[in-house]
């Protein structure tokens, strides 16, 4: 039978590791500690940070595989699941980790701010591949965290590890950021198959099944994670994705605007609306004028 393990808490994911616990809601893990073992998939309740230090291929996320290289840290938050496909030789882990539960980060900055490192909600296959220099800065911050546990528990010290987690965070986002500058020819074959898919979407009847296309229909299409595809788009572009999607909407509907026969209504159903009015209130918005006034002004 496939084994399967659900760690609610870090006590659990502790002892799956041969780690002892020395707080509560917050751990470092080095993955040599641990016992051989045979693959298994592993839900979690928790937010992890792994910092894969050797090749150990084909692990699965949610429907993704990944194999991982040494030097990649992936993020995973609560409801997610790994899966790891060999469930029959035996595999060391090896390379670190940082872990902590919800309850950590509860009434801090970091709590307040943590829907803002979307990384957390990227594929695997989008995980951040790091320099020696970045990599050896993760780990000093996990060091730091790591020294933090060993003092006694006192007042100051869910504040101290947060912060400390949410400068290890803040550097990620700059890693992040460079990540995709340096894939800067990759992310435009992205663009221009994004805008593909777009003109697709328009002369398909999609519009009519579907309705508008949204953010996450493009990423799925493109085999992106909403997010990752979300944050690449407003890096190479300026523009959010919705933004971009909008624009597209916009020069499509110009082309038809000028198409006598058609009604404005017609051309918001053609386009995906629901409602005409809904067309309006955004061609407006956008060119300054409704459909019907740019008609008559071109």
Do not use: W
């Not at 909600?121 to 989008?126: D, V």
């Not at 229909?217 to 979300?230: I, M, P, R, V």
């Amino acid at each position: 039978m496939e084994k399967e393990y659900n760690f609610k808490t870090i006590s659990e994911y502790n002892s799956f590791n041969n780690h002892e616990t020395l707080h509560p809601l917050v751990s470092v893990i080095d993955f040599s500690k641990a016992k051989k073992r045979t693959g298994s998939k592993m839900n979690f309740d928790l937010y992890c940070i792994f910092l894969k230090d050797v090749k150990c291929g084909d692990l699965k996320y949610g429907r993704h595989n990944y194999d991982y290289q040494e030097g990649t840290l992936v993020f995973v938050s609560p409801g997610q699941t790994i899966d790891v496909e060999n469930k029959v030789d035996l595999y060391q882990p090896m390379g670190h980790g940082l872990v902590f539960h919800p309850d950590l980060i509860r009434g801090t900055s970091l709590g307040k701010a943590l829907s803002e490192y979307h990384f957390f909600s990227y594929h695997t296959n989008e995980a951040l591949h790091l320099s020696s220099k970045e990599r050896q800065l993760i780990l000093d911050l996990f060091e730091k965290v790591k020294s933090e546990l060993e003092q006694s528990i006192d007042k100051h010290s869910k504040k101290l590890i947060a912060s400390t987690v949410e400068l290890l965070l803040n550097y990620c986002d700059r890693f992040y950021d460079r990540q995709f500058i340096t894939r800067e020819t990759a992310n435009k074959g992205v663009l221009e198959h994004f805008e593909e898919l777009l003109n697709g979407y328009f002369k398909s009847e999609k519009p009519y099944s579907i309705g508008l296309p949204s953010v996450a229909y493009c990423a799925e299409q493109l085999h992106f994670s909403a997010n990752y595809f979300g944050d690449l788009i407003k890096k190479e572009t300026g523009k959010t994705a919705q933004e971009f999607i909008q624009e597209k909407i916009i020069n499509v509907a110009k082309d038809k605007i000028f198409e006598r026969d058609r009604s404005v209504s017609e051309i918001a159903y053609e386009l995906g609306f629901r409602y005409p009015q809904h067309f309006i209130r955004l061609f407006k918005k956008r060119v300054g004028h409704t459909p019907n006034e740019y008609r008559t002004l071109n």
